[in-house]
RNA sequence: GCGGAUGUGGCGGAAUUGGCAGACGCGCUAGAUUUAGGUUCUAGUUUCGCAAGAAGUGAAGGUUCAAGUCCUUUCAUCCGCACCA
């Protein structure tokens, strides 16, 4: 055993043993709970960073932990391939993009395989491989066939710097493209789309039914719906046979509507307007078109508009109104028209009060005088009771409602209408890197779906990438002149591709039968796995993503592909990664940490003291950290552990140097902690037996003379001189295993040697040093076959037993408790027989039993106790440790479920192992239970070191293999309890109590108490509170 | 503007849902080891106070024997949406 934690080479090594093993296959045995643990795959950009890491490590957790506790737990891995950055590598380096794309996943790769993820990486998938986007385009005929995929003209969101179009939900709230930042322009264009308003209301309402998800994410999905309920109004226009139909949301204020709003780009606009009026509206629509969305929407800007000369009439008054156009008013929402209710509407009023257009109050608050309609400062938006509005005068609003609606569905002039904010999904791409939408324009037959059977419409090779004009597919004549699939003349293919986010609308269909090359996904394999039972990513896709995700899940289960509503069951959105930031206020400059000194940041040019914070790691901020760095100087596992435990997962985590550091110091902790105890229970001379024992290829009778050996001993034996050849061969090789280890036993000697104690000890080494050499030397006088190894020995022995017995102890008092007790044993009575346990029996290696079993094995097994009578009754000690050990054991596990609270499971360990180091009881078997309990519970953490330390304690199998660990409840009862004692609700002292008093009895000790009695002497107590297990508080007059 | 979240030591963060506020870690202080630095170990570390004690979870009120936790008001920060009729 290395008595020095290595994690480069314990590392490697597990990592090639484990898929050596195939540790991280999918199960196929359906037997158990399925477990789908999913990590949004990344774009491979060639490089990991902090994101990715900390995304996958905590998936990686809790795939670990369901694998231990007996789920079969599927955790894939796949690429989101397709894309344009590899294409402007195309054209910017003359790579070819599938070139670059594979060259950077095979990068990422080895970077993710040494964050010792248990991924199952033989169904790996990437959505640029012809395997993978056939299904793409499969899944879009699909959509077509059901109707919902479909061209059309529309004004569409040109980003000019990637020169392709984008969905809405792609550009930002500043109208920038989401993925090059660029100003988005608007264009017509003829593309195509998938209709995903026809699952508006089944988007909104299943939110519900995601409990697993966190609030915030469900409610920006549900503002991104949009969902508003009104009704659909109709005004005829005055001269014509055309009415202006409006949307609204309250329509109990239609007779307070004194004017019509269109859009200016309304096909109405020009119909309704007057001839007089036609140049002055003609400017207006040039004006408003030749601004950008930005302008247009600037906050706080006036509105702006001007009237048509068009009048309608509104139905329910008869009266006539004008028609304006505005700015304010867009034409993609609703009808592109607007009923004007100033005194209803701020906007309204606002664009009133300017043009000076009437107001006409129709909802006054309740209880106020009806009479009168007072001068209004700004709308009143709130509910109220209606007045000037015909029959439906002094009806509440919120019922009116209702009647209007009613109303106007009789008469003829409107309808119960839902409108929604959410727009069709513009999928068209005119990029190269993206799967092909399979179809061809035929002039006879019109869009014709390519046939299955000729899928994938595969990407042509030969290209040039030039960056200008149209995309690179449509260049390419070769590839866009096909027959016609149906009628065979001459037609064309679509030259658009797919938005990239269609390939990761389905990918995690396709994991659970990945290698499937007959079909997308298999629906019995896919529906036995999903849906996915934790989802892990960032909340940059908590709409994109995830929207169009739950989009193609519901659409495939209409088409029966599949059987279920929802793709993520529970959703955890991981925060930032962030990197300390160094900024001069004066220059606006980053600079780079390491040319800042941390405790007095300045600027090393000009000399300014700097702004610190935290954000988002990212190049052009100098704050980032290459994981790659981290896991050469620290390892995986510390990584890991620092990704866990500084923040909970869903908050944002500020990198620490510092703070990564203190988790590489907690795992060599650890490390010294089980290779002492590895050390200490190592016997006199290493029993060779155990491990042959534990292979079991060995005779019985073999067996006995060996365990003959351990419980009386060999010293003893030896003196006897009466020994069969199988114990003389024995012998031999413990001897010979005890060289070999002497090294160790002097490292560990020296690696102590710092401790206080050390002159003491080793003037008590020497003298038993002595007096050993000098009784050996006279055995071996008659046995001249062993005289140089006995030498060895009893010089190795004594060195050790000085370490063990001496050094160990922490206090003063406790080392000559200790020397008594040794002298007793081996001076008084001149025996050599064992210390308690060093020749203790290792509990089995297998399958670790429950933790009931294993005690009463251990203490079987074990010859002597601590204390001299046989019973194993627990010492106050030990019942200590236990409870320490399981109610590590109980938080470990909760926080590994419910919430996730991987910083809080991380502290549990340092606990558990703190405890065990402090534990005063290191002979007995709960410390051998808390060792092995330490390790399982590390094992989903810091997987690596947790395997090399359950080996190094003998054990063959692998700790990922173990099973979870059980919480003993008893073991969390404390014979006694800290009971609070407060007076008038203060606490003012505590006094420990048996934990089984009741009420009155702690009422008793609480009264009798010397702090109780402090405070409320000659007071009269006029009410006592008991809270049983907690506290006691006195209050006094 | 609308909607949501969050405010706890020098820092990251804990607190069985009303019951010892500050777990665990970082940092810091002192000591031991070391030629030195680092590592490691020991002790301490919310604030004020020599102490007894007092104050203390953004602020102000309230409910309660008892409030970080519940209620009311308010401030600050962050996020999402933003003329959506």
């Given at each position: ?662 988790q590489f110091r907690f795992l060599n902790r650890v490390w010294r902690l089980v290779t002492e105890y590895q050390a200490h229970r190592q016997p006199l001379l290493p029993s060779a037996g155990e491990e042959e024992e534990a292979k079991g290829d060995r005779s019985a009778a ?336």
């Open positions: 055993m290395e008595s020095r934690y290595n994690p480069a080479a314990i590392e490697a090594k597990w990592q090639q043993t484990w898929a050596e093993q195939g540790l991280d296959q999918t199960p196929t045995d359906s037997s158990k709970p399925k477990f789908y643990a999913l990590s949004m795959f990344p774009y491979p950009s060639g490089t990991l960073h902090m994101g990715h890491t900390r995304n996958y490590v905590i998936t990686d957790v809790i795939a670990r932990h369901k694998r231990m506790q007996g789920c079969r737990v599927l955790q894939p891995m796949g690429w989101d391939a397709f894309g344009l950055p590899a294409e402007n590598a195309a054209i910017e380096r003359g790579i070819h993009p599938a070139k670059w794309t594979y060259q950077n996943i095979a990068q990422m790769k080895a970077q993710l395989q040494q964050l010792g993820l248990s991924i199952d990486w033989s169904r790996e998938v990437a959505t640029c491989s012809p395997d993978y986007y056939k299904w793409t385009q499969w899944l879009f005929l699909e959509f077509f066939k059901a109707g919902l995929a479909y061209q059309k003209e529309a004004a569409v969101n040109w980003d000019p710097i990637d020169q392709t179009v984008l969905a809405n939900e792609q550009v930002d709230n500043e109208g920038r493209s989401w993925r090059s930042g660029a100003q988005v322009e608007r264009k017509m264009l003829r593309q195509w789309f998938l209709k995903i308003t026809d699952y508006a209301e089944q988007l909104l309402n299943d939110l519900d039914t995601l409990a697993g998800w966190p609030e915030r994410v469900k409610l920006m999905q549900a503002n991104w719906i949009g969902k508003s309920v009104g009704a659909y109004l109709e005004f005829p226009i005055v001269g014509m046979d055309e009415k202006i139909g409006v949307f609204t949301t309250r329509p109990d204020t239609v007779y307070g509507v004194t004017y019509i709003v269109l859009a200016p780009e309304h096909p109405l606009t020009p119909r309704v307007t007057t001839s007089e009026r036609q140049a002055e509206v003609e400017a207006f629509i040039q004006e408003v078109a030749s601004q950008s969305e930005l302008e247009r929407t600037a906050e706080d800007k006036p509105k702006r508009g001007i009237p048509t000369g068009g009048k309608v009439i509104n139905p329910f008054t008869k009266s006539e109104i004008p028609i304006w156009i505005a700015d304010y008013v867009l034409y993609e929402y609703g009808t592109g028209a607007v009923m004007g209710v100033p005194a209803h509407d701020t906007r309204d009023f606002q664009f009133a009060k300017e043009k000076q257009l009437p107001i006409e109050v129709v909802i006054v608050p309740s209880g106020e005088n009806t009479g009168e309609t007072p001068e209004l400062k700004a709308a009143y938006t709130e509910p109220g009771i209606m007045i000037n509005s015909g029959n439906f005068d002094g009806m509440a609003s919120t019922a009116g409602k209702e009647a209007i609606i009613e109303y106007a569905q009789k008469e003829g002039f409107g309808k119960a209408r839902v409108q929604y904010r959410l727009r069709d999904w513009l999928i068209s791409r005119q990029r190269y890197w993206g799967a092909p939408i399979p179809v061809i324009h035929c002039p006879s037959c019109g869009t014709v779906a390519v046939p299955e059977s000729d899928l994938p419409v595969q990407l042509p090779e030969d290209v040039e990438f030039s960056g200008r004009g149209l995309s690179p597919l449509a260049q390419l004549d070769s590839w866009v002149n096909v027959p016609c699939p149906s009628c065979g003349t001459a037609a064309k293919r679509e030259t658009d591709t797919m938005d990239t986010f269609i390939d990761s609308s389905w990918y995690f269909l396709r994991y659970p039968d990945a290698k499937n090359d007959q079909q997308g996904f298999d629906p019995a394999k896919t529906n036995d796995w999903m849906p996915v039972d934790q989802y892990v990513g960032g909340i940059e896709h908590a709409i994109l993503h995830l929207l169009y995700s739950r989009f193609f899940v519901k659409v495939l289960r209409d088409r029966g592909l599949i059987n279920f509503n929802e793709p993520f069951q529970r959703l955890l959105t991981q925060g930032m990664v962030q990197g300390i930031t160094y900024k001069n206020p004066v220059t606006g400059k980053y600079i780079p940490p390491a040319q800042v000194n941390s405790a007095e940041p300045k600027d090393p040019e000009t000399g300014d003291s700097l702004e610190v914070f935290y954000e988002k790691m990212s190049k052009s901020k100098y704050n980032g950290v290459a994981p790659e760095d981290v896991l050469a100087k620290y390892g995986a596992d510390t990584a890991r552990m620092f990704i866990l435990f500084k923040a909970p997962p869903e908050k944002d985590l500020e990198w620490d140097d510092a703070d990564v550091e203190g073999a067996t006995k003379d060996v365990e003959n050996i351990e419980k009386q001993n060999i010293v003893s034996l030896l003196l006897s001189k009466d020994l069969s050849s199988q114990q003389w061969w024995q012998i031999w090789q413990q001897v010979f295993k005890a060289l070999l280890d002497l090294p160790n036993y002097v490292g560990e000697f020296f690696d102590s040697f710092q401790q206080s104690l050390v002159t003491v000890a080793l003037i008590l080494a020497a003298a038993i040093a002595a007096y050993l050499t000098v009784a050996l030397l006279d055995v071996i006088h008659s046995i001249p076959l062993l005289e140089p190894s006995f030498q060895l020995v009893g010089l190795g022995y004594t060195t050790w037993f000085a370490y063990r017995y001496f050094l160990r102890a922490p206090t003063r008092r406790e080392l000559s408790e200790k020397v008594q007790s040794v002298k007793q044993k081996y001076l008084g009575t001149n025996s050599l027989a064992q210390p308690a346990n060093t020749l203790e029996v290792i509990p089995s290696p297998q399958p670790s039993p429950t933790i009931t079993e294993k005690q009463t094995t251990s203490a079987e097994a074990t010859s002597t106790q601590p204390s001299t009578d046989n019973a194993p009754t627990p010492t106050p000690q030990e019942k200590e440790l236990r409870r320490a050990i399981h109610t590590a054991i109980k938080e470990i596990t909760e926080d590994l479920e419910g919430d996730y609270q991987f910083n809080t499971g991380v502290s549990e360990l340092m606990k558990l192992n703190n405890a065990l180091s402090d534990a005063t009881c290191k002979d007995s078997p709960v410390y051998v239970e808390g060792i092995e309990t330490l390790i399982r519970l590390l094992a989903p953490f810091a997987p690596h070191i947790a395997e090399e330390l359950w080996h190094n304690i003998g054990h063959t199998d692998s700790v990922h293999t173990q099973e979870w660990s059980q919480v003993d409840l008893d073991a969390l009862v404390a014979d006694e309890i800290t009971l609070v004692i407060q007076v008038m609700g203060k606490t003012r002292g505590t006094i420990q109590v048996p934990a089984q008093a009741d009420r009155e009895a702690l009422e008793h000790y609480a009264r009798e108490s010397e702090v109780a009695q402090r405070f409320i002497q000659g007071k009269e107590i006029k009410k006592v509170i008991v809270v049983p297990g907690k506290l006691v508080n006195f209050v006094v007059a």
